[in-house]
């Protein structure tokens, strides 16, 4: 219909009905209310906030805070002007849009998500202070993590990934990538000596070769596979023959040997490193 007459008729009825019986009539005319709190967001925030709280629409109560803080924040952001009053008012609007979306069992997702969203943001403000760089605010919780690792606050990732109850396989992926990107070979070499990783060997190996990692690099990390053919090949791969003939040797298995063996010169280094291997294991291939 016309939305200038809406409007018109909205405030007609607005100056002559109290609060609620205005409410009532158009809670359940869907284009005037829409326009009514349309109008209000633009022009009259604390009136949409006075009609949602008395009454009690705490869900939209909770998405009208949440709407307000983000605007107030982006602005003061952009401007450099009282962000972090801004951030400190966001969060504490996301805190409360948290417990308000919590009355209701159908958002119990908006919940979550509302408190775990302030609290990403109030370690974010944290991390930029006590780092002197505005990095991390307006960072999803994976980038945040990632930059903590790029700057080399490896502690302070690890307090990110028990506050979010992030996954070990995720934090592991996470740090892998990030290390293989910077090319951070002595921390990649340095993690994977950690403990038993979550997600296998195979990614550190794709990831590190994806991004170039030296041979002595790979060789490394090869190095901490449980023997098996793939660990033979993958040295291999990256010119290590002498240590894929050792792995072979030790699995007996010949036909793998015999292959490995023949891909290098038998005069050359490894050629004669594999030769004495081979005699050493010569009962192993009986």
Request: glycine share 4%; proline share 3%.
């Amino acid at each position: 219909g016309d939305t200038d007459l809406v409007y018109l008729v909205l405030f007609h009825t607005y100056k002559r009905r109290s609060l609620q019986d205005f409410w009532a009539i158009i809670s359940t005319r869907a284009l005037a209310r829409n326009l009514f709190i349309k109008f209000c967001k633009a022009r009259e925030p604390d009136l949409l906030e006075t009609v949602l709280t008395v009454k009690h629409q705490v869900t939209e109560l909770a998405e009208w805070h949440v709407e307000r803080s983000l605007h107030a924040y982006v602005a003061a952001y952009r401007t450099h002007a009282q962000a972090d009053a801004a951030l400190l008012k966001l969060t504490t609007s996301l805190s409360d849009a948290g417990s308000k979306y919590g009355m209701s069992r159908e958002h119990a997702f908006h919940a979550r998500a509302a408190t775990e969203f302030a609290q990403l943001r109030r370690e974010q403000a944290r991390l930029e202070r006590e780092s002197g760089q505005r990095l991390f605010v307006g960072l999803s919780l994976m980038a945040t993590i990632a930059t903590c690792i790029r700057l080399g606050h490896h502690k302070a990732a690890h307090a990110l990934k028990k506050i979010f109850n992030v996954t070990d396989k995720r934090f592991y992926w996470i740090k892998v990538l990030t290390l293989c990107e910077q090319h951070a070979w002595p921390a990649l070499d340095e993690f994977s000596m950690e403990r038993k990783s979550p997600i296998g060997w195979e990614p550190f190996l794709q990831l590190a070769k994806q991004h170039g990692a030296p041979n002595d690099v790979m060789a490394r990390l090869i190095h901490r596979m449980p023997d098996s053919a793939s660990k033979a090949e993958a040295f291999s791969s990256v010119d290590h023959a002498r240590e894929a003939a050792e792995v072979a040797a030790k699995l007996r298995d010949s036909d793998l040997f015999a292959r490995i063996q023949g891909a290098v010169a038998p005069n050359s280094p490894a050629g004669l490193a594999i030769a004495q291997l081979q005699e050493r294991f010569r009962t192993s291939f009986r």
